[in-house]
């Protein structure tokens, strides 16, 4: 049974930094495309960023326009992790936060359908 479990979300100032986790209870997580989306009151689901495999040892990143050049996805293979590093934050990047996983390398990373688990979410909120 695989398990996606979320941690790290609370309340930031806005130009502060937060780093949410995302655990996986997946054999051989390396191999797996880890994906971030986000979704606000009253609005649509939105691609934030994803951690992309390609091949053993080799990841590329992507990004979502509203975040790109602040936000980070690291992971810790090692440990089953992957993470999203929020810097710069902004009140409109208040949003419930959730990773994905599916397995292998992809080519589409925003389409949210695509992915195979969820993590349960965790809130976010950017205020003064």
């Known amino acids: 049974q695989v398990e996606l479990v979320e941690s790290g979300g609370g309340l930031v100032q806005p130009g502060g930094s937060l780093k949410i986790s995302c655990a996986a209870s997946v054999r051989s997580f390396s191999m797996w495309t880890m994906g971030w989306f986000r979704q606000a009151p009253g609005k649509e689901r939105e691609f934030v960023a994803a951690?992309?495999?390609?091949?053993?040892?080799?990841?590329?990143?992507d990004y979502g326009d509203a975040v790109k050049g602040r936000f980070t996805v690291p992971r810790d293979n090692a440990n089953s992790t992957a993470y999203l590093q929020m810097n710069h934050l902004k009140p409109e990047d208040t949003a419930d936060y959730y990773c994905?996983?599916?397995?292998?390398?992809?080519?589409?990373?925003?389409?949210?359908?695509?992915?195979?688990?969820w993590g349960q979410g965790t809130q976010v909120t950017v205020s003064s």
């Open positions: 994905g996983a599916k397995f292998g390398g992809s080519n589409d990373v925003v389409d949210g359908e695509l992915y195979a688990y």
């Open positions: 951690h992309r495999y390609s091949r053993p040892r080799l990841y590329y990143a």
